[in-house]
Nanobody
Framework: QVQLVQSGGGLVQPGGSLRLSCKASSNIFGIATMGWYRQAPGKQREFVATITSGETTKYGDSVKGRFTISRDNAKTTVYLQMNSLKPEDTAVYYC?????????WGQGTQVTVSS
């Protein structure tokens, strides 16, 4: 069982930056593919970014060039640095861990981009 505890998020003005963190409880973090997804009100959950154990990254089209995913295996933590935030980035952001065929989710954290 993997537990994911998210932190960060909050209210930011358009053009601002935020960093989300997601700490995993498992000692197999190093082999897990970690990712971020988001869900805006009334919309389906949307892919944001993933990072493999080999640190290969992939991004959703709407965040490319603005968001950066990274990981610190020693801290079993994955990060999402969000720059140049837009009102349409407003959503609940979820951390995901994929390991040994199992998927785990964080509790979600609200990000609101508004002036």
């Amino acid at each position: 069982q993997v537990q994911l505890v998210q932190s960060g998020g909050g209210l930011v003005q358009p053009g601002g930056s935020l960093r989300l963190s997601c700490k995993a409880s498992s000692n197999i973090f190093g082999i897990a593919t970690m990712g971020w997804y988001r869900q805006a009100p009334g919309k389906q959950r949307e892919f944001v970014a993933t990072i493999t154990s080999g640190e290969t990254t992939k991004y959703g089209d709407s965040v490319k060039g603005r968001f950066t995913i990274s990981r610190d295996n020693a801290k079993t933590t994955v990060y999402l640095q969000m720059n140049s935030l837009k009102p349409e980035d407003t959503a609940v952001y979820y951390c995901q861990s994929l390991v040994s065929g199992n998927v785990y989710w964080g509790q979600g954290t609200q990000v609101t981009v508004s002036s």
